[in-house]
């Protein structure tokens, strides 16, 4: 039971770590469209501010993850069956968590960084 659960909480977490390096490539590009506004003139200071936000967005999201990862307990250790799935049950929606956070945001920077 805790076995299949532990699964399902990694199968999330596989879900999305494999999109880590394109949080870092549009948070880059997000920086560089924000130094590229700022050398034209007009200065667009909303656009540059848009792709700042977005840069700290993405990079937010990306040490989510590893925030997440640090904190994950992948043995059972001294813990009861009840505890183990209490803390797995706890660990599926943190998990889920970054994983939504990470769609949402590289689904902004892919609209975003488009145009």
Known sequence: ???EKRAEVIAVHD???PKMGQLKSFEKRALQRADELTAMDPIDS???QEMKNLALELDQAYEAMFTWMRQ????D???TPE???AYLDEQMVSVSEVNR???ATLTKADSLLKN
Do not use: C, W
Request: proline share 0%.
């Open 1 to 3: 039971m805790n076995a």
């Open 15 to 17: 879900e999305v770590m």
């Open 46 to 48: 909303v656009k540059v």
């Open 72 to 75: 994950y307990d992948s043995e």
């Open 77 to 79: 250790g001294e813990r």
């Open 83 to 85: 505890e183990v799935k």
């Open 101 to 103: 956070l990470m769609k």
